[in-house]
C-alpha cells in the first residue's frame, strides 16, 4: 500500500500547531504518517525537526484530542 499525503499537508500541520501550541491525536498520526513518505522534501523534514524539537522544549503539548478544532 502506497502512502499519499495531501499537497500542503506538512505545512498546513506545522501552521496549525504553532498557532494552537497543541499536538493533537490526528496531528501525531499526520505525523507519523509524513515520516513514513521516503519522497519528503527536505523543506517538510524540516518543518517536522522544528516541531519535534518546539515538543521537547516544551513549548508544544501533546493532548489527547482529535482535533485542535472545537
Avoid: H, W
Avoid at 496549525?16 to 499526520?30: E, I
Amino acid at each position: 500500500m502506497q502512502l499519499q499525503l495531501l499537497p500542503n499537508a506538512i505545512s498546513e500541520l506545522f501552521a496549525q500547531v504553532s498557532a494552537s501550541g497543541r499536538l493533537t491525536l490526528a496531528d501525531r498520526y499526520g505525523l507519523m504518517a509524513a515520516m513514513l513518505d521516503e519522497s519528503l522534501e527536505e523543506e517538510q523534514r524540516s518543518a517536522i525537526d522544528r516541531l519535534i524539537r518546539a515538543l521537547c522544549k516544551g513549548r508544544i503539548i501533546v493532548v489527547d484530542e482529535l482535533s485542535a478544532i472545537m
